[in-house]
């Protein structure tokens, strides 16, 4: 063959090449450009006998691709793809959705800052800063997510949840904001934040005798209309959540609406949220202070008609009003919680959000503190929103977490909101619980249908036995063909043994598969900087294991994971 047939070949084959590139993307008038440059070399290597085989080669590919895009094909390739690996995601499908190499590739979109890097720079910052690991799958392959993923755990106590945010909270690459109704979560992550940025703790009810380091006071901001408003949907949202529906949510508008007014009044007066409580109490005695500290802010004209309707209106309706409001106060009951605002300084939120600070709330149910809580959460995450729309692409960086533990027990913010848009500001969203009727009593059966259908990834530990919920779940998995008949992927029996430390995971962009994650006071950097603290984790480790010792129980009575095929 002599070097002007081999140069033209070479040619022949660049062409192809460079006209199935354009192909993918999508630019038909390259592909018809380069096809053109490859049968003219064809035509000059060999002539019509090889630009004819040429041609019908080329044809043949079309048709094959387009049958094989087909609607019939794809389902078809579905169905013998879930049979064949017992309805799993297989390996190599995680691979291709959710493998590092994948999130790397979307590093430039995650944390735009990243484009100025070099590409060596880039792939050798830990997948941590972009990523979060979800769960492990056999020996090899571990499950990654973007940050920009919104996720859900649900499982019953003691199944690992916990264990699980741990790594969470201590890979978060930049401001944290955690909640939770134990300490365990502060004491093991807490040594492993203060090496990355300032730590503050919010403990309105002393649990476990911790100070708290960060004192907030409802009334903070409320001057402006704008932080009112979202203070009093917060402060509703804590008291009696978003179950409201029909009937209860025109109510819970209407409070929402009067207790803005009235918190906007006492910050105008530098009065106290107690002041609050006491007007709610005896409308008729507080009228004149409220209506005087009304009209003499000129940011108030708003507030005015909802304030002057809900005095003058008949005691019924108002009694309607002040029963929906009342809970969203219930919190000043508590010294605790009173001596907390009481002791709170103004700071800066975007301050701690550069400073990439980790805020922890603690709290118990019982102590009737969610509104608090989801109060202060709510002024960090919408400050945290509105920074990130300084940034390019409107993007928080580097990204902030909010991992809320037991969010509908403590911290029952509008996730049915939040839970749309969050992850492409930058902030990720992390919420667990403990069950799907948890989250319609606290949420409504349309918010927990739009916080279901708004979660990126799901993670289910071992569930209760609420066949309602069961069955929901095992529809979730699918069903593949088991002895010539349709079963389903995961049986109810299953959902509910699923050995501790273990999970099913619905990654978002694969089917259902199995894994585990290995606790997260294991971690070198978590035994590290507890060491350097001078700190022993024994005591609360010891606790945690006590709760999630591993059974002696395999998964051979699960599907296979990933198949072995």
Same mark, same amino acid.
């Given at each position: 063959m002599s070097?002007a047939?081999e140069?033209a070949?070479?040619?022949l *084959?660049?062409?192809l090449?460079? *006209?199935?590139l354009? &192909?993918?993307r999508?630019?038909p008038?390259l592909? =018809? +450009?380069?096809v053109?440059v490859a049968?003219?070399?064809?035509y000059?290597?060999?002539?019509?006998?090889?630009? /004819?085989?040429?041609?019908?080669g080329?044809g043949? /590919?079309a048709?094959?691709?387009g049958?094989h @895009?087909?609607?019939q094909?794809?389902? #078809?390739?579905w169905?013998?793809?879930?049979d064949?690996h017992?309805?799993?995601?297989?390996?190599?499908e995680?691979w291709?959705?959710h493998s590092p190499? %994948?999130m790397? &590739?979307k590093a430039?979109v995650l944390?735009?800052s990243f484009?100025?890097?070099? @590409?060596?720079e880039r792939?050798?910052?830990?997948?941590?800063?972009?990523?979060?690991?979800?769960? @492990?799958?056999?020996l090899?392959?571990?499950?990654?997510?973007?940050?920009?993923?919104?996720i859900c755990?649900?499982?019953r106590p003691? &199944?690992?949840?916990?264990?699980?945010?741990?790594?969470?909270?201590?890979?978060?690459?930049g401001?944290?904001?955690?909640?939770s109704?134990?300490?365990?979560?502060?004491?093991?992550t807490e040594p %492993?934040r203060?090496?990355?940025?300032?730590?503050?703790?919010?403990?309105?009810?002393?649990?476990?005798?911790?100070?708290t380091?960060?004192g907030?006071?409802p009334l903070?901001w409320?001057?402006f209309?704008?932080? #009112?408003?979202?203070?009093?949907?917060?402060?509703?949202s804590?008291?009696?959540?978003?179950r409201?529906?029909?009937?209860?949510?025109?109510?819970?508008?209407q409070?929402q609406?009067?207790?803005a007014?009235?918190?906007?009044?006492? $910050?105008?007066?530098?009065? $106290?949220?107690?002041?609050?409580?006491r007007w709610v109490a005896s409308?008729d005695?507080?009228?004149?202070l409220?209506?005087?500290?009304?009209?003499e802010?000129?940011a108030?004209?708003?507030?005015?008609p909802? =304030?002057e309707? +809900?005095?003058?209106?008949?005691s &019924?309706?108002?009694s309607?009003?002040?029963f929906?409001?009342m809970?969203?106060l219930?919190?000043l009951?508590?010294?605790?919680?009173?001596?907390a605002?009481?002791?709170?300084t103004?700071f800066e939120?975007r301050?701690?959000?550069?400073?990439?600070?980790?805020?922890?709330?603690?709290?118990?149910?019982?102590?009737?503190? #969610?509104?608090?809580?989801?109060a202060l959460?709510?002024? +960090?995450a919408?400050?945290?929103?509105?920074?990130?729309?300084?940034?390019?692409?409107?993007?928080?960086?580097?990204?902030?977490r909010?991992?809320?533990d037991? *969010?509908?027990a403590?911290?029952p913010?509008p996730?049915?909101?939040?839970f749309?848009?969050?992850?492409s500001?930058?902030?990720?969203?992390i919420?667990?619980?403990?069950?799907?009727?948890?989250v319609?009593?606290r949420?409504g059966?349309?918010?927990a249908?739009?916080?279901?259908?708004?979660?990126g990834?799901?993670?289910l530990?071992?569930y209760?036995?609420d066949e309602?919920?069961? =069955?929901?779940?095992?529809?979730?998995s699918?069903?593949?063909?088991r002895d010539?008949? !349709?079963?389903?992927?995961l049986?109810?029996p299953?959902?509910?043994?699923?050995?501790r430390?273990s999970?099913?995971?619905?990654p978002?962009?694969t089917?259902?598969?199995?894994g @585990?994650?290995?606790?997260?006071?294991?971690? !070198?950097?978590?035994q590290?900087?507890?060491?350097?603290?001078?700190? *022993?984790? $024994?005591?609360v /480790?010891?606790?945690?294991?006590n709760?999630?010792?591993?059974?002696?129980?395999?998964?051979?009575?699960? !599907?296979?994971?990933?198949?072995?095929?």
């Open positions: 070097l047939t140069v070949l070479i040619g *084959a660049l062409s090449g460079l *006209a199935e354009a &192909r993918r999508r630019t008038g592909v =018809a +450009f380069w053109a049968g003219l070399v064809g000059l290597v060999g002539g019509w006998w090889l630009v /004819v085989p040429l041609a019908g080329l043949w /590919v048709w094959w691709r049958q @895009r087909s609607a094909s794809i389902v #078809a390739r169905h013998a793809r879930n064949k017992a309805g799993m995601a297989s390996r190599w995680l291709r959705h190499l %994948v790397r &590739r430039t944390r735009p484009a100025t890097m070099s @590409r060596w792939w050798s910052t830990p997948v941590t800063q972009y990523a979060l690991p979800i769960a @492990r799958v056999g090899t392959t571990t499950v990654w997510v973007p940050i920009e993923e919104t755990q649900y499982g003691r &199944r690992g949840k916990t264990a699980q945010l741990i790594h969470w909270v201590c890979d978060s690459p401001f944290t904001l955690t909640t109704t134990k300490r365990d979560l502060y004491d093991i %492993v203060a090496e990355m940025g300032p730590t503050l703790l919010f403990n309105p009810t002393a649990l476990g005798d911790l100070p380091t960060l907030f006071d903070l409320c001057q209309p704008q932080h #009112a408003e979202e203070r009093a949907v917060d402060l509703i804590g008291g009696v959540g978003g409201s529906e029909g009937e209860g949510r025109r109510w819970d508008e409070a609406r009067v207790l007014a009235l918190l906007h009044a006492a $910050a105008i007066g530098e009065l $106290a949220a107690l002041d609050v409580l409308p005695e507080h009228k004149p409220v209506m005087g500290l009304l009209r802010s000129p108030a004209v708003a507030y005015l909802s =304030a309707q +809900f005095f003058a209106t008949n &019924r309706t108002r309607s009003v002040t929906t409001i809970p969203a219930a919190w009951t508590n010294p605790h919680a009173l001596a605002t009481r002791a709170a103004p939120v301050e701690l959000l550069r400073e990439r600070a980790t805020i922890y709330l603690l709290g118990r149910s019982e102590t009737r503190i #969610a509104p608090l809580l989801s959460t709510g002024y +960090f919408r400050e945290a929103r509105r920074y990130a729309a300084t940034f390019p692409a409107g993007r928080l960086d580097p990204p902030g909010l991992v809320l037991e *969010a509908a403590i911290c913010v996730l049915d909101e939040w749309q848009d969050f992850g500001q930058g902030l990720t969203l919420a667990t619980f403990q069950s799907l009727a948890q319609r009593q949420w059966w349309d918010g249908k739009a916080i279901r259908n708004n979660t990834t799901t993670i530990h071992a209760g036995s309602q919920d069961l =069955a929901a779940w095992s529809a979730l699918g069903q593949v063909m010539g008949r !349709p079963q389903q992927v049986t109810l299953q959902l509910m043994t699923i050995p430390g999970m099913a995971v619905w978002g962009e089917a259902v598969t199995m @585990r994650m290995s606790p997260g006071w294991k971690r !070198p950097d978590v590290a900087a507890a060491k350097r603290r001078g700190l *022993a984790l $024994a005591a /480790v010891e606790g945690m294991e709760e999630l010792a591993t059974q002696a129980v395999g998964l051979s009575d699960l !599907p296979v994971v990933g198949g072995s095929k």
